[in-house]
């Protein structure tokens, strides 16, 4: 699996190579701009996925493997050809006309999506002691799904600088970076994410039992989404107040399906966290009630609403986090005392210690 993996991303690599490097010379300020915005946004967007990475935190040469596969392999090596041929197919079977208004809605989600969920798949076969759950899947996905909107974007961002000959390169990336920006807020990272974490459930592994009617929803979903998202001025008829209700109600549905996605994969995870920090409880780092607290947002809110005052709040909080890390930290270790364990149970006394002093000064 893994030379299928790198000859895939390989592929990938050379035929974006081919695609961009006639646009080096004239473009080249164009191409400049782009990547540089392409990677601030790639950053923001991991910074966001890391920090609502909760649990134990996906190795990082993972998720790199993962957003690899999402910008060459599945962007150039499968969804580029494939959009193309089946555009062509529409065209030569509905006419033009059809082609343009209905090509992205009823090609993109089906092959893009496909492209990235076979990911999830090859990530599963390379590491299948790392991809285990739905969170796995929902993160993991998350990042391939980035891995394709970098690329995309970039693409488009070159396209609008090509309008016109390139007579006005900047006013065309601008506009085209700005669109981008504005729709990626219901993007690729969301299906994707969706859509692996029902793969995830759909093939079933030794710590997430196999659900299909979860799984084919949630691989179903991203598809309606993806669709209705780029199918919305055919939809509309061209009416713009029509195409707002109908943007409004996708991401409504959108975040809706991934709520609910988390939903499901959150009692497995909490699970998990109360088996990896037992032991805390028992040698008297943690609390049951810090443990409890761990394993959600909802049991953090409500643990931290029950402090008398803010301050005690507010530590409340910063002890559940800590206990988050160092079930990170435990996981990592498979149990032993590194020194990263050691640090974060040292972080959480600490933490304790100034709770009770400020206690003691009022």
Known sequence: MFWIYLWMCGFGLVKGWQMFAPFAGYFGRALLVAGIVGIISAAVWTWWFRHIDRYERQPVGLVVTGFIWGATAATF???????????SLYTKIFGQVWAQDWHAGLSAPFVEETAKGIGIVVLLALAPRLVRTATDGLLLGAFIGLGFQTSEDFLYSIAGATQGFGAHQTDGLIGSIATRTYSDIVSHPLFTALFCAGVIYLIGTPAQPRRIGRGLALIVAPILIHGVWDSMLAIAGGSSSLVFVIM???????FTALWIAFVWAHPRESHFVRDILAPEIESGVLTDAEVTAAGGWRQQRTYAKAAPTRTERRQRRHIVRAA???CSDLAVSKGDDSSQVVESRNEITRLRQGTAAQSIDR
């Open 324 to 326: 988050l890390d160092l």
């Open 77 to 87: 090596t499968i969804a580029v050809p494939a959009n193309g041929a089946v555009g």
């Open 248 to 254: 409004i109600g996708d991401i409504v549905f959108a």
